[in-house]
């Protein structure tokens, strides 16, 4: 009886410090696909399931893609995209509720029946990522053999969930605020660039910077590092 208290403790820790580590990603400033790697990582290690996998929602065009998981198999990871409300994770994904599945092998509802047969995916626990309600995509865990989801389990998957959805979101604005701040610094070397050129060349700033475009264009090389390039030979010049 100590025995099995020990061992249900043990694995009540490694469960809060799987939370504890999807939760500390919030602030990790992870870039999107190394977060998603690490999400799927953990989820397998805690949930000892076959394939995590983790989806996102594509607002525009309405479907789930797989955007990671741990499993190395070609046939899982090139899955067709799923539309919502289709299929287990396209239901879960527009209802915003956990769907538990027993054989996915026999459940019409799931759309890729010939990769789980194929790969040996068995039961499925599939549920929302959503931050303040709002779903942006799925956290998929299966197993190889028939099992059961219990209440606590499918609690420690939401908890996992909840965590890594803010953690996801929070990396996407951060990806949008740092091609904010690179589209201002590039906007402002290309002004710098076309005055130097416009003075120099005696032109027109409009005209300057059509040939900063051509020269990106002719070189193959980005608008940035056309305009440093006319900067830098600026500054050279002024050295000497």
Same mark, same amino acid.
């Given at each position: 009886?100590?025995?099995?208290?020990?061992?249900?403790?043990?694995?009540?820790?490694?469960?809060?410090?799987? !939370?504890?580590?999807?939760?500390?990603?919030?602030?990790?400033?992870?870039?999107?696909?190394?977060?998603?790697?690490?999400?799927?990582?953990?989820?397998?290690?805690?949930?000892?399931?076959? !394939?995590?996998?983790?989806?996102?929602?594509?607002?525009?065009?309405?479907?789930? !893609?797989?955007?990671?998981?741990?499993?190395?198999?070609?046939?899982?990871?090139?899955?067709?995209?799923?539309?919502?409300?289709?299929?287990?994770?396209?239901?879960?994904?527009?209802?915003?509720?956990?769907?538990?599945?027993?054989?996915?092998?026999?459940?019409?509802?799931?759309?890729?029946?010939?990769?789980?047969?194929?790969?040996?995916?068995?039961?499925?626990?599939?549920?929302?990522?959503?931050?303040?309600?709002?779903?942006?995509?799925?956290?998929?865990?299966?197993?190889?053999?028939?099992?059961?989801?219990?209440?606590?389990?499918?609690?420690?998957?939401?908890?996992?969930?909840?965590?890594?959805?803010?953690?996801? *979101?929070?990396?996407?604005?951060?990806?949008?605020?740092?091609?904010? *701040?690179?589209?201002?610094?590039?906007?402002?070397?290309?002004?710098?660039?076309?005055?130097?050129?416009?003075?120099?060349?005696? !032109?027109?700033?409009? *005209?300057?910077?059509?040939?900063?475009?051509?020269?990106?264009?002719?070189?193959?090389?980005?608008?940035?590092?056309?305009?440093?390039?006319?900067?830098?030979?600026?500054?050279?010049?002024?050295?000497?």
């Amino acid at each position: 009886m100590a025995t099995k208290k020990k061992d249900n403790f043990g694995v009540y820790v490694k469960q809060i410090e799987a !939370i504890s580590k999807v939760a500390n990603l919030l602030t990790s400033g992870m870039y999107l696909e190394e977060l998603l790697r690490l999400v799927v990582q953990v989820t397998a290690e805690i949930m000892n399931s076959k !394939i995590s996998s983790l989806m996102l929602l594509d607002p525009d065009k309405k479907e789930l !893609i797989v955007k990671a998981t741990q499993s190395i198999s070609e046939a899982y990871n090139k899955k067709p995209n799923i539309r919502l409300g289709e299929g287990i994770a396209g239901v879960v994904a527009q209802g915003n509720k956990s769907i538990c599945i027993l054989d996915v092998r026999g459940d019409t509802r799931y759309l890729n029946q010939d990769v789980a047969k194929k790969e040996g995916l068995c039961s499925l626990a599939c549920v929302p990522l959503a931050v303040k309600g709002r779903v942006i995509g799925v956290l998929n865990c299966y197993t190889s053999k028939k099992h059961k989801f219990s209440k606590h389990e499918l609690d420690l998957l939401t908890a996992l969930a909840n965590q890594a959805a803010i953690a996801i *979101e929070n990396a996407e604005l951060n990806l949008r605020a740092r091609s904010a *701040e690179e589209a201002l610094t590039i906007r402002k070397l290309v002004e710098r660039a076309k005055d130097i050129l416009s003075q120099d060349a005696n !032109i027109f700033p409009a *005209e300057a910077y059509r040939l900063i475009q051509k020269q990106s264009m002719d070189m193959r090389k980005s608008m940035r590092e056309v305009a440093e390039a006319i900067i830098l030979a600026k500054d050279i010049r002024g050295k000497k």
